[in-house]
């Protein structure tokens, strides 16, 4: 008979599974929606697992594409107030992303979706921004604070498939920010852990 410390684990599997399937998706087929349907079941694992809400983003086309969003109502997602498509200088997600482009890519982007100031803490400048992210390493978890919207902090974690970019992030309020760092730490844990029992390759 299994243990009870046993039991959660093929549910687990079963969930980064359909994520990764989930990339495959994005990229392979015009029509997202059954695969934002699929992001929704497998994040609500994560967010019932972790008490945040979890975001599933990709670049694809040259666009930040927020697929999917895990939330509820005590732990509700960050607004979209200004187009996250247009703004991904100012958040987790999508400086998360530019970070895994290589110089033309992010040269391309920032060229159709100019940096600008979007709360009084978000970066400045284009030349602020990339000065930023090249001393970010290619794979290496982001954090902001207060940059997309006033009162949140965000983090996110890069996810690669192939030559695909894409994120796992989180928020949470910022009187909760000490949450920040240890919540990450679980997501983190619960995709790395089981790079052995899936047939793609998670970099963290």
């Not at 684990?9 to 495959?24: N, W, Y």
């Not at 349907?37 to 609500?44: H, S, Y």
Request: net charge negative.
């Amino acid at each position: 008979m299994a243990t009870a410390t046993n039991a959660p684990a093929p549910t687990l599997i079963v969930s980064v599974q359909r994520v990764m399937r989930l990339l495959e998706a994005v990229n392979s087929h015009p029509d997202v929606a059954p695969a934002k349907q699929l992001a929704r079941e497998a994040l609500a694992h994560r967010r019932d697992a972790i008490g945040v809400p979890v975001y599933f983003a990709v670049y694809r086309e040259g666009e930040i594409e927020i697929v999917a969003v895990a939330d509820t109502p005590y732990a509700p997602a960050v607004a979209e107030w200004a187009d996250f498509r247009e703004t991904g200088h100012a958040h987790a997600l999508g400086q998360c992303l530019l970070s895994q482009l290589d110089e033309q890519g992010r040269s391309d982007h920032l060229d159709r979706h100019p940096v600008q100031l979007v709360t009084p803490c978000s970066v400045s400048d284009r030349r602020a921004l990339l000065e930023r992210l090249a001393s970010t390493e290619r794979m290496q978890t982001v954090v902001e604070r207060q940059e997309y919207a006033l009162g949140t902090v965000c983090a996110a974690i890069p996810i690669t498939v192939g030559s695909g970019a894409a994120v796992m992030g989180i928020s949470l309020p910022l009187h909760q920010e000490e949450r920040l760092l240890p919540a990450v730490e679980q997501l983190r844990d619960a995709i790395g852990g089981l790079l052995g029992s899936i047939a793609f390759s998670i970099s963290i």
